[in-house]
């Protein structure tokens, strides 16, 4: 049985922010350790965004390297910003959105403190994701679009022939063309395999995993390289 004077359990999956208090969770040497470090200067970020970010980055740089990356939708921008400590081989990234978290700024600054390297290299952009033009060297990425937001990242992604990742969210089987399967299926799960099998139909070698289910139960991650290409890795 658990203490009653035992200190709760540090929960990734929590919304609260990481801040300079929880910087011994990460003393140590790693990577993770010394961006986590840097997003708990920055005081404003929840902690479960910081591992749905690694978790992502970490599965996209297995496959993909090089490439601007673009991430649509991206919010604060940890995600592509996670991506160029990574690899460094990617030049720039261009983190769109259409309403930018007071975080954003507060964050870039942690973090380009800890790696002056990313000064300069991270644009973000107001804007609806559909002005952005993509191209086939590109990297898109995006963690938890909500709803149809993943489709619309999908789409973008193959009209430019990019290479792309995307963790999606807040499904909306009303607005699905997966609805045929849910007697068979749960209606999230019919609707990411149909963004799948999509990939696939526009031409894409696809790939499909999750990252751990404690962080988020919507952790299934969907990846694509267009069938030509041949940077992504065979793993």
């Known amino acids: ?22 910087l011994g969770r990460f003393a140590g ?3 993770f350790d010394a961006i986590a470090r840097a997003v708990c200067a920055a005081g404003c970020l929840p902690r479960k965004e910081l591992y749905e970010a690694w978790e992502l980055a970490r599965r996209v740089r297995r496959r993909f390297r090089g490439g601007r990356i673009l991430d649509l939708a991206g919010g604060h921008g940890l995600l592509a910003q996670v991506l160029l400590l990574l690899d460094d081989s990617s030049p720039s990234a ?21 790696w002056p390297r990313l000064c300069g290299r991270v644009e973000f952009v107001l804007a609806d994701i559909g002005s952005v033009t993509i191209g086939a060297g590109d990297l898109v990425v995006s963690c938890h679009a909500c709803g149809a937001l993943t489709d619309r990242v999908l789409a973008q992604a193959v009209r430019g022939r990019a290479r792309v990742a ?8 009303r607005a699905s063309s997966a609805a ?3 007697g068979w299926l749960d209606p999230a799960l019919a609707i990411d395999a149909a963004r799948a099998h999509g ?21 299934r991650v969907l990846l694509g390289t267009p069938r030509r290409d041949t940077s992504a890795r065979a793993l």
Not at 94 to 114: F, G, I, N, Q
Not at 201 to 219: D, F, H, L, M, S
């Open 94 to 114: 261009l983190v769109v959105d259409t309403a930018m978290p007071p975080s954003a700024a507060a964050l870039h600054e942690a973090l380009t403190t800890a």
């Open 199 to 219: 990939l696939e139909a526009q031409g894409y070698r696809v790939w499909t995993q999750t990252i751990p289910a404690e962080i988020t139960p919507k952790n």
């Open 180 to 182: 045929a399967c849910n």
């Open 166 to 173: 995307v963790l999606p969210c807040c499904h909306d089987a």
């Open 1 to 22: 049985m658990t203490s009653a004077l035992a200190p709760p359990r540090f929960s990734r999956a929590s919304t609260n922010r990481l801040t300079a208090r929880d």
């Open 29 to 31: 040497g790693s990577l």
